[in-house]
């Protein structure tokens, strides 16, 4: 077998056998396929796509290409959850310990990013001692006592997806559903859980810009779930606003707490409560929707998500004082009020740009190796569909360094008005199992 043939096969609109995906892959780990031949199959992938089978066999064969957790000695369901991305969104910061806390085992593994804030890894790290770097046996030591464990990525998980999107980056082949769809299905198989949620956003600030593509991506990974047994459903997510009020590490860690006492703002409390639904309706904790509800409320109410939290970041090491008084959190030097210029209902409040200007104040990375600033970010007082006054407050903006006119600029841009009111939309489009 040869890799020039199976480029020529992709090339020419054919089928890949599953011995020809397989060759291919083990061909990436062991260096023996040269990066400018994976390119090339790649770019052939993004031309020509892939069918169900193609896809659910390169997921399996990148899953297999490393460690795979085994997490049979661990008592019960073990759920995962896994979100494409956007802004502001701390959803695994909370939703885990309220789920955990009514009984389902939460084994997760999540990453950094690379982009307008850090990921659920940094965002934890804002947390004085946390840590995130644990070794298998300790991570499944802790869910089996806990219940409840977040944690980065082994090194030792699926390797042939880091050197493919390390080639994907820089070769513009990152936009191909086959691609998205294997890349994240590999990781969460790979990680061991019985079940998987995943939150496939869609908008501005999201991978995918509509509905209907976030539907197609989110279709293809549950066929891959499923194929592999595992229970697979997706919430589709809108993210034409950032979700919640907050941007930025500890800002997020701040308004991820207070979601989990029952406070904070209503799309991410209500992105929370129907995630955590469907996760205890799959982990068969419950056997409806609204006995979800009535258990994820019982869980905030009675303080035990947050007696959870409180938990988890004891046994990671993290300073659980931060957790009682998150004003113990890493501050910024400054924080200044950004007062609105015009009068209106809030028509559209752009989530990639008010992401890149959190960016720009340092939390996150433009590049693999910078620092992140865990106490910069914003804090949006008003939401898509509010009415604000000329004058009144739209951000908080927690900064270390002056403000300059270009910053300025770039964040008034992100904003747009309308005279009539504008309808508020679900945070959660669609379910799909």
């Not at 946390?130 to 998980?157: P, Y």
């Amino acid at each position: 077998m040869r890799i020039v043939d199976i480029i020529e096969k992709k090339k020419d609109k054919k089928e890949l056998s599953d011995e020809e995906i397989q060759f291919w892959i083990d061909g990436v780990v062991d260096g023996s396929i040269k990066d400018y031949q994976t390119s090339a199959l790649l770019m052939a992938i993004v031309l020509n796509g892939m069918n169900d089978r193609e896809t659910t066999k390169l997921a399996h064969a990148m899953m297999k290409s490393g460690d795979v957790l085994d997490l049979s000695s661990i008592e019960g369901i073990k759920a995962d959850k896994h979100s494409t991305g956007g802004v502001g969104d701390k959803t695994t910061l909370a939703l885990s310990p309220m789920v955990a806390s009514c009984g389902v085992k939460i084994a997760k593994m999540s990453g950094r990013a690379l982009g307008h804030t850090g990921g659920t890894i940094d965002k934890l790290e804002s947390i004085q001692g946390f840590r995130t770097d644990i070794s298998q046996e300790d991570f499944i030591k802790q869910v089996r006592e806990i219940g409840l464990a977040l944690v980065g990525q082994s090194g030792h998980l699926v390797p042939a997806d880091k050197k493919l999107y390390a080639l994907r980056d820089v070769t513009a082949t990152v936009d191909s559903i086959p691609l998205i769809a294997s890349s994240i299905m590999s990781k969460k198989l790979a990680s061991g859980s019985d079940t998987i949620l995943l939150d496939v956003k869609y908008g501005e600030g999201a991978f995918m810009s509509t509905v209907s593509d976030a539907r197609k991506l989110a279709e293809t990974m549950i066929k891959i779930g499923k194929a592999l047994g595992r229970n697979t459903m997706a919430i589709i997510t809108d993210m034409n606003q950032p979700l919640g009020n907050t941007i930025g590490n500890a800002l997020e860690v701040r308004e991820a707490i207070e979601t989990v006492r029952g406070h904070g703002a209503e799309d991410f409390k209500e992105l929370c409560m129907g995630a955590g639904e469907i996760i205890l309706v799959q982990a068969k904790v419950a056997k409806t929707k609204e006995e979800a509800r009535s258990l994820l409320e019982d869980a905030i109410n009675s303080g035990r998500a947050f007696e959870k939290l409180k938990e988890m970041v004891a046994y990671q090491k993290g300073n659980v004082n931060q957790i009682e008084n998150p004003d113990l959190l890493p501050k910024a030097k400054y924080v200044s009020e950004i007062k609105s210029k015009e009068e209106g209902y809030l028509a559209d409040i752009h989530a990639l740009g008010l992401g890149l200007c959190a960016m720009k104040l340092g939390a996150g990375r433009k590049k693999k190796e910078d620092e992140i600033n865990y106490a910069v970010g914003l804090d949006l007082k008003k939401k898509r569909g509010d009415f604000v006054k000329k004058g009144e407050t739209l951000c908080l903006v927690h900064h270390d360094y002056p403000l300059e006119d270009d910053w300025l600029n770039d964040f008034y841009a992100c904003f747009s008005y309308a005279d009539k009111k504008i309808e508020k939309r679900p945070i959660i489009e669609e379910i799909i199992s």
